[in-house]
């Protein structure tokens, strides 16, 4: 079965210091992975799909067969980036989309 | 922007009660799921649904739940009859395909 770990249950850093948040998975085939991100008082939002090979709000992250690895970094982390970040998997079977959730890190940064 | 609305925002129900948990996906979607998360523990997801019938379900979606499209816009999650173990906040979200799924604001269920 498909598993998703973030190692890291809270982040602490200042601002414009980097900031990496790890994603390790664990699944046979070939995976979809996604970060979500959920601000305070708001719903779950996706922040990146490694499909898009795309840079959002700063953030990017590379996925790594290798090191079954998925992690989300940012140079330079800003005030505004204080949330909630699941990283996600959906397994490549056609008729499967349901999403596999890592626990989740809460990201504080500091002035 | 579209939105997956939910309804109600918050909800508490005595143990034993029946529950129906609303969503309104996007409009143009053709796949629906429920996803839970227990105070604390990570997000699980529950079922998913498509072309009225359910098309993926996990262990934890048992005979006390189902779910439903009954008007060919609401999509909801009804619990038969609640446990304490069933407060959690239960998030709906939708998809066309295998593109992105779009997360309501979720429904807080208490159970008393």
């Known amino acids: 079965a498909q598993r998703v770990t973030q190692p890291e249950k809270l982040l602490s850093v200042f601002k414009g210091a980097p900031v990496e948040l790890k994603c390790n998975y664990s699944y046979s085939g070939s995976p979809e992975l996604f970060w979500y991100v959920q601000y305070s008082r708001q719903r779950l939002q996706l922040l990146l799909r490694h499909i898009s090979r795309e840079s959002i709000k700063g953030f990017t992250a590379d996925l790594n067969k290798g090191e079954t690895s998925f992690h989300l970094k940012k140079p330079f982390a800003q005030e505004e980036d204080s949330a909630m970040y699941y990283c996600?998997?959906?397994?490549?079977?056609?008729?499967?989309?349901?999403?596999?959730f890592g626990a989740g890190t809460t990201v504080t940064v500091r002035a | 922007e579209p939105e997956v609305t939910q309804t109600p925002s918050h909800q508490v129900t005595q143990m034993g009660q029946e529950v129906i948990l609303r969503c309104v996906p996007i409009?143009?979607?053709?796949?629906f799921y429920w996803y839970r998360q227990i105070l604390g523990q990570k997000v699980e997801f529950l079922v998913s649904?498509?072309?009225?019938?359910?098309?993926?379900k996990s262990e934890i979606f048992d005979d006390q739940f189902s779910v439903e499209r009954p008007d060919g816009s609401n999509f909801t999650l009804k619990i038969r009859s609640t446990k304490l173990e069933d407060s959690a906040m239960y998030f709906c979200a939708s998809s066309s395909g295998e593109n992105i799924q779009y997360f309501g604001a979720g429904t807080r269920l208490s159970v008393l």
């Open positions: 649904f498509y072309n009225n019938e359910i098309s993926e």
């Open positions: 409009s143009n979607h053709l796949y």
């Open positions: 996600a998997l959906r397994m490549e079977r056609s008729n499967d989309y349901k999403l596999s």
